[in-house]
Protein backbone atom coordinates (compact mmCIF):
# COMPACT_ATOMS: atom_id res chain seq x y z
CA UNK A 1 0.00 0.00 0.00
CA UNK A 2 1.22 3.00 -0.85
CA UNK A 3 2.15 5.90 1.66
CA UNK A 4 -0.08 8.63 1.47
CA UNK A 5 1.46 11.95 0.83
CA UNK A 6 2.22 14.80 3.41
CA UNK A 7 1.95 17.21 1.17
CA UNK A 8 -2.20 18.13 0.08
CA UNK A 9 -1.53 21.59 -1.12
CA UNK A 10 0.75 24.96 -0.77
CA UNK A 11 1.40 25.50 3.08
CA UNK A 12 -1.14 22.27 3.77
CA UNK A 13 -0.01 19.24 5.04
CA UNK A 14 -1.69 16.17 5.42
CA UNK A 15 -0.23 15.81 9.56
CA UNK A 16 -1.10 17.97 11.65
CA UNK A 17 1.87 20.58 13.65
CA UNK A 18 2.54 18.49 16.42
CA UNK A 19 2.87 14.93 13.89
CA UNK A 20 5.04 17.16 11.68
CA UNK A 21 7.46 18.40 14.10
CA UNK A 22 8.07 15.16 15.37
CA UNK A 23 8.69 13.50 12.52
CA UNK A 24 11.18 15.73 11.58
CA UNK A 25 12.80 15.33 14.39
CA UNK A 26 12.70 18.79 14.99
CA UNK A 27 12.56 18.57 18.99
CA UNK A 28 16.04 16.98 18.79
CA UNK A 29 17.65 19.66 17.13
CA UNK A 30 16.12 22.43 19.90
CA UNK A 31 16.88 20.05 22.71
CA UNK A 32 20.71 20.09 21.43
CA UNK A 33 20.94 23.44 21.10
CA UNK A 34 19.85 24.63 24.54
CA UNK A 35 16.38 24.70 24.00
CA UNK A 36 16.10 27.14 20.43
CA UNK A 37 16.93 26.53 17.38
CA UNK A 38 19.88 27.40 15.85
CA UNK A 39 20.57 30.69 13.93
CA UNK A 40 22.87 31.12 11.34
CA UNK A 41 24.06 34.71 9.95
CA UNK A 42 22.88 36.03 6.46
CA UNK A 43 25.58 36.48 3.55
CA UNK A 44 25.60 39.71 2.52
CA UNK A 45 23.68 40.38 -0.86
CA UNK A 46 26.62 40.62 -3.54
CA UNK A 47 26.82 44.07 -5.45
CA UNK A 48 25.95 43.79 -8.93
CA UNK A 49 28.75 44.79 -11.14
CA UNK A 50 29.43 48.44 -12.47
CA UNK A 51 27.53 49.07 -15.42
CA UNK A 52 24.88 46.20 -15.15
CA UNK A 53 21.34 46.18 -14.82
CA UNK A 54 20.11 45.00 -11.48
CA UNK A 55 18.09 42.18 -12.21
CA UNK A 56 14.90 43.76 -10.57
CA UNK A 57 13.71 47.40 -10.70
CA UNK A 58 12.59 49.60 -7.66
CA UNK A 59 8.79 49.78 -7.00
CA UNK A 60 8.97 53.25 -7.04
CA UNK A 61 10.89 56.20 -8.88
CA UNK A 62 14.27 56.63 -7.32
CA UNK A 63 15.35 59.64 -8.51
CA UNK A 64 18.81 60.42 -9.75
CA UNK A 65 21.07 62.81 -9.87
CA UNK A 66 22.10 64.85 -12.66
CA UNK A 67 25.84 64.67 -13.91
CA UNK A 68 27.25 68.08 -13.67
CA UNK A 69 30.44 66.82 -15.40
CA UNK A 70 29.00 66.71 -19.15
CA UNK A 71 30.93 68.06 -21.84
CA UNK A 72 28.87 70.55 -23.89
CA UNK A 73 30.79 71.01 -27.61
CA UNK A 74 29.44 73.30 -30.33
CA UNK A 75 27.48 71.94 -32.71
CA UNK A 76 29.32 71.21 -36.36
CA UNK A 77 27.59 73.21 -38.98
CA UNK A 78 26.67 71.83 -41.89
CA UNK A 79 28.40 72.72 -45.27
CA UNK A 80 25.85 74.15 -46.81
CA UNK A 81 25.36 77.35 -44.13
CA UNK A 82 28.55 79.87 -44.01
CA UNK A 83 27.99 83.69 -43.03
CA UNK A 84 25.56 85.53 -45.66
CA UNK A 85 23.48 82.31 -46.54
CA UNK A 86 20.26 83.04 -46.52
CA UNK A 87 18.53 80.78 -44.50
CA UNK A 88 14.48 79.64 -44.24
CA UNK A 89 13.21 79.42 -40.78
CA UNK A 90 10.99 76.53 -40.15
CA UNK A 91 9.65 77.06 -36.42
CA UNK A 92 9.22 79.61 -34.00
CA UNK A 93 6.94 82.83 -34.38
CA UNK A 94 9.03 83.77 -37.90
CA UNK A 95 8.24 80.25 -39.29
CA UNK A 96 8.52 80.70 -43.24
CA UNK A 97 11.07 84.26 -42.70
CA UNK A 98 13.62 84.03 -44.80
CA UNK A 99 16.94 85.53 -42.88
CA UNK A 100 20.72 85.79 -43.48
CA UNK A 101 23.37 83.84 -41.41
CA UNK A 102 25.46 86.39 -39.43
CA UNK A 103 27.67 83.34 -37.71
CA UNK A 104 27.32 80.54 -34.97
CA UNK A 105 27.49 81.48 -31.17
CA UNK A 106 29.51 79.53 -28.30
CA UNK A 107 25.93 77.89 -27.54
CA UNK A 108 26.16 76.23 -31.21
CA UNK A 109 23.32 78.57 -31.99
CA UNK A 110 22.78 80.22 -35.43
CA UNK A 111 22.66 84.22 -35.37
CA UNK A 112 20.46 85.70 -37.75
CA UNK A 113 18.38 88.27 -38.44
CA UNK A 114 15.89 89.44 -41.29
CA UNK A 115 16.98 92.47 -41.05
CA UNK A 116 14.07 93.92 -39.27
CA UNK A 117 13.39 96.52 -41.39
CA UNK A 118 12.58 94.04 -44.75
CA UNK A 119 10.69 91.20 -42.84
CA UNK A 120 10.49 91.78 -39.41
CA UNK A 121 12.89 89.45 -38.12
CA UNK A 122 15.51 90.97 -35.59
CA UNK A 123 18.41 89.78 -34.46
CA UNK A 124 17.58 86.39 -32.51
CA UNK A 125 19.17 82.75 -31.75
CA UNK A 126 17.58 80.10 -34.08
CA UNK A 127 18.39 76.14 -33.71
CA UNK A 128 20.65 74.78 -36.95
CA UNK A 129 18.09 71.67 -37.00
CA UNK A 130 15.29 74.19 -37.79
CA UNK A 131 16.63 75.94 -40.70
CA UNK A 132 16.84 75.06 -44.44
CA UNK A 133 19.94 76.90 -46.09
CA UNK A 134 19.70 77.75 -49.77
CA UNK A 135 21.98 78.80 -52.00
CA UNK A 136 21.53 82.18 -52.22
CA UNK A 137 24.56 83.89 -50.61
CA UNK A 138 25.14 87.95 -49.53
CA UNK A 139 27.88 89.45 -49.72
CA UNK A 140 28.44 90.45 -46.32
CA UNK A 141 29.92 93.94 -44.85
CA UNK A 142 32.19 94.34 -42.27
CA UNK A 143 29.95 93.64 -38.97
CA UNK A 144 30.90 94.24 -35.44
CA UNK A 145 28.93 91.18 -33.43
CA UNK A 146 31.30 91.32 -30.53
CA UNK A 147 27.80 92.54 -28.82
CA UNK A 148 25.63 89.92 -29.76
CA UNK A 149 26.37 87.00 -27.63
CA UNK A 150 24.08 84.13 -25.71
CA UNK A 151 23.99 86.48 -22.40
CA UNK A 152 22.61 89.72 -24.66
CA UNK A 153 19.38 87.32 -25.46
CA UNK A 154 18.76 86.09 -22.57
CA UNK A 155 15.92 87.30 -20.82
CA UNK A 156 15.77 88.77 -17.46
CA UNK A 157 13.92 87.03 -14.79
CA UNK A 158 11.47 89.11 -12.79
CA UNK A 159 10.33 87.50 -8.95
CA UNK A 160 7.06 88.02 -9.51
CA UNK A 161 5.01 88.87 -6.08
CA UNK A 162 1.91 86.78 -5.41
CA UNK A 163 -1.68 88.03 -6.78
CA UNK A 164 -4.58 89.10 -4.87
CA UNK A 165 -7.86 89.76 -5.58
CA UNK A 166 -7.16 93.41 -6.81
CA UNK A 167 -4.29 92.34 -9.24
CA UNK A 168 -6.21 89.20 -10.69
CA UNK A 169 -9.00 91.62 -11.74
CA UNK A 170 -6.34 94.67 -12.85
CA UNK A 171 -4.83 92.53 -15.11
CA UNK A 172 -5.68 94.25 -18.39
CA UNK A 173 -3.79 97.53 -16.57
CA UNK A 174 -0.81 95.62 -16.40
CA UNK A 175 2.33 96.85 -18.25
CA UNK A 176 4.09 94.95 -21.30
CA UNK A 177 7.61 94.28 -21.47
CA UNK A 178 9.27 97.12 -23.56
CA UNK A 179 12.66 96.01 -25.67
CA UNK A 180 15.45 98.43 -23.63
CA UNK A 181 16.93 101.49 -26.18
CA UNK A 182 20.00 99.73 -26.51
CA UNK A 183 18.32 96.56 -28.02
CA UNK A 184 16.33 98.35 -30.63
CA UNK A 185 19.64 101.03 -31.39
CA UNK A 186 21.56 97.67 -31.85
CA UNK A 187 18.88 96.23 -34.48
CA UNK A 188 18.90 100.06 -36.51
CA UNK A 189 23.00 99.57 -36.21
CA UNK A 190 23.03 96.42 -38.04
CA UNK A 191 20.13 96.82 -40.41
CA UNK A 192 22.16 100.39 -41.42
CA UNK A 193 25.41 98.16 -42.35
CA UNK A 194 23.43 95.14 -43.86
CA UNK A 195 20.41 96.98 -46.18
CA UNK A 196 22.96 98.82 -48.52
CA UNK A 197 24.76 95.48 -49.67
CA UNK A 198 21.25 94.07 -50.79
CA UNK A 199 20.31 94.58 -54.30
CA UNK A 200 16.68 94.96 -54.78
CA UNK A 201 15.91 91.56 -56.31
CA UNK A 202 17.62 90.04 -52.78
CA UNK A 203 15.29 92.56 -50.95
CA UNK A 204 12.38 91.34 -52.61
CA UNK A 205 13.24 87.43 -52.07
CA UNK A 206 13.72 88.12 -48.62
CA UNK A 207 10.30 89.88 -48.17
CA UNK A 208 8.66 87.50 -49.02
CA UNK A 209 7.52 84.29 -47.15
CA UNK A 210 8.36 80.92 -48.04
CA UNK A 211 5.25 78.57 -48.87
CA UNK A 212 4.49 75.71 -50.16
CA UNK A 213 1.85 74.89 -52.89
CA UNK A 214 -0.14 72.14 -54.05
CA UNK A 215 2.03 69.26 -55.76
CA UNK A 216 4.96 70.69 -54.37
CA UNK A 217 7.51 67.51 -53.31
CA UNK A 218 10.23 69.52 -51.06
CA UNK A 219 12.05 66.48 -50.92
CA UNK A 220 12.91 67.03 -54.88
CA UNK A 221 13.58 70.99 -54.85
CA UNK A 222 16.51 72.76 -54.35
CA UNK A 223 16.75 75.71 -52.12
Do not use: C
Request: hydrophobic share 40%; charged share 25%; no cysteine.
Amino acid sequence: MAKPATFVARGITAEGRAKTYKRKGLWAIKKKNGGKFPTHAKKAAAKPAEGKAPRFYPADDVPKPLSHNAVHKQAKLRASITPGTVLILLAGRFKGKRVIFLGQLPSGLLLVTGPFKLNGVPVRRVNAAYVIGTSTKVSLPKLDLSKFTDSYFKAVETKSSKKGEKEFFNQAEAKKNVLSQEYIANQKTLDAALLPALSADLKGYLSTRFTLKDGDRPHLMKF
